[in-house]
Each structure stands twice: as structure tokens, then as C-alpha cells.
């Protein structure tokens, strides 16, 4: 591939992106918790499919997961 000769200097071998959300830059600010923080709204009240046993097994692990952001047990 063709360089503008202007640009030659800069030869990588290697690319990486990142977002810095998720990564932060050294120096940069600590991760903080959000505020403010909300309470888990929903409940995991919904039916249950019977037809289909994985679409099932997918919808409770849903509810155990809003379950346990709501401090609750089984």
C-alpha cells in the first residue's frame, strides 16, 4: 500500500483500539461508583416459557439475576 511521503514516519506493525470507558488511562481519573445508584425496579414476576426448555433456562437465569441485584434469595 502507497504512503503520502509525508506520512512515511509513521509505520505501525501492530494496531489497537480501546475504549477508554472500560479502560482507563494511566493517570487519568479512578473508576467511581455512579451516583446516584438506583434500586433494582424490576422484580422477575414473569411467566415462564414451556415450549421451549433453553429460551426457559435463558428467562431464569434473568430473574435469579435481578433477584440478586435486589438482595433477594430463593
Same mark, same amino acid.
Given at each position: ?27 487519568? /481519573? +479512578?473508576?467511581? @461508583?455512579?451516583?446516584? $445508584?438506583? *434500586? %433494582? ?8 416459557? =414451556?415450549?421451549? /426448555? +433453553?429460551?426457559? @433456562?435463558?428467562?431464569? $437465569?434473568? *430473574? %435469579? ?8 434469595? =430463593?
Amino acid at each position: 500500500m502507497e504512503a503520502r511521503p509525508d506520512c512515511a514516519f509513521m509505520a505501525a506493525d501492530r494496531i489497537v483500539i480501546f475504549h477508554s470507558k472500560y479502560h482507563p488511562m494511566p493517570g487519568g /481519573p +479512578e473508576k467511581s @461508583e455512579t451516583i446516584p $445508584r438506583y *434500586r %433494582e425496579a424490576a422484580d422477575g414476576a414473569f411467566r415462564l416459557p =414451556e415450549s421451549d /426448555p +433453553e429460551l426457559r @433456562e435463558a428467562f431464569l $437465569r434473568i *430473574r %435469579e439475576h435481578i433477584r440478586r441485584k435486589r438482595g433477594e434469595r =430463593e
